[in-house]
């Protein structure tokens, strides 16, 4: 599980914030990931209340759209993905400690320089975060 993640990601503990790929297709990504009780930013957001910060879930849903990118091979083995903007960003329903966050993601437009992506965050069917960005795609080394 997460070792596959691992090995589609640059990303590491405490800032990976992808647990698997159910679904990587040129269209859609489908992927998951549980915010545990231990995550470091519920110490400071807020620990009378903790709440998955929005740019943690804008974070999450850009590292899946990378994670399935990376997956389906469609920009090569060696590839990075740079965050350069977001736009439309909208934070629907907390997202707490221990909830599991369903992310599906939609390629609008892939280049071999920019990859435009938009992605919906669910806690149980609900619509938690909605969002756009756009990457720049560099390469490794």
């Known amino acids: 599980m997460i070792e596959d993640i691992i090995s589609l990601l640059p990303h590491r503990k405490p800032f990976l914030f992808v647990d ?5 297709e040129k269209e859609e990504i489908i992927g998951y990931k549980r915010f545990s009780k231990d995550e470091f930013f519920f110490k400071g957001h807020f620990p009378e209340y903790p709440v998955v910060p929005g740019v943690i879930l804008i974070e999450t849903m850009a590292q899946c759209g990378g994670a399935g990118m990376s997956k389906t091979g469609i920009l090569g083995d060696d590839v990075l993905f ?3 903007s977001v736009d439309k960003a909208k934070f629907r329903k ?18 071999k320089k920019t990859l435009k992506q938009s992605g919906k965050a669910y806690v149980n069917d609900e619509l938690a975060a909605e969002a756009e960005w756009l990457c720049l795609v560099g390469e490794k080394g």
Do not use: G, H, T, Y
């Open 94 to 111: 907390q997202v707490r400690p221990e909830d599991e966050v369903k992310l599906v993601i939609k390629n609008l437009r892939v280049s």
């Open 20 to 24: 698997k790929i159910e679904k990587a």
């Open 82 to 84: 740079f965050l350069a």
